[in-house]
């Protein structure tokens, strides 16, 4: 029984952390060094900022969609605009209706877009390169569309 209980106290403990002292410095190990460990120098993508570029990227392929397809709408329907009525109809086309709605939704997608961005650019130990990109995508697709509501409504 003194043998088995022995015996089980030498089994019991952990390769290389016995009362064994072969190896004074420890410095050999038979596992290699967890992953984990590299890892911790590496920084990773903030994930507000790579939302916020998807949803920039996203936006302008929306409106750039959105733009192309009322215009080969409104010309195929409507042709030559040559009187104000004809102006007037356009308005009221549903390609242009629909359009209006497509860009307010860009629209709000770009304000969400942009203020995932910022989150992502304050958030600290992370990489601030998709923030950054979303950001800007954002806020320029945010100034473009202001544009050119604004020059819409000073173009009469």
């Known amino acids: 029984m003194d043998n088995h209980h022995n015996q089980n106290n030498y089994n ?3 390769s290389g952390s016995g009362s064994d002292h072969s190896d004074p410095d420890h410095s050999f190990t038979p596992y290699p060094p967890a992953p984990e460990d590299r890892s911790l120098d590496r920084l990773k993508h903030s994930g ?3 939302a ?3 949803i920039g990227l996203v936006s302008i392929i929306g409106c750039i969609l959105t733009i192309f397809m009322a215009t080969l709408a409104i010309n195929n329907s409507i042709g030559i605009v ?3 009525i004809q102006v007037e109809e356009i308005a009221l086309h549903p390609a242009v209706v629909l359009a ?3 860009i307010l939704v860009c629209l709000v997608l770009n304000l969400a877009g942009l203020i995932l961005g910022v989150i992502g650019l304050v958030l600290k ?3 601030k390169v998709f923030a950054i990109i979303g950001t ?3 806020g320029i697709m945010i100034l473009a569309t202001a544009g050119l509501v604004i020059a819409g ?3 009469i």
């Open 12 to 14: 019991s403990y952990p």
């Open 82 to 84: 040559t009187t104000p």
């Open 100 to 102: 209006s709605l497509s």
């Open 52 to 54: 916020s570029f998807v």
């Open 48 to 50: 507000p900022g790579i």
């Open 153 to 155: 409504i000073y173009m």
């Open 125 to 127: 130990n992370r990489k």
């Open 136 to 138: 800007l995508l954002n």
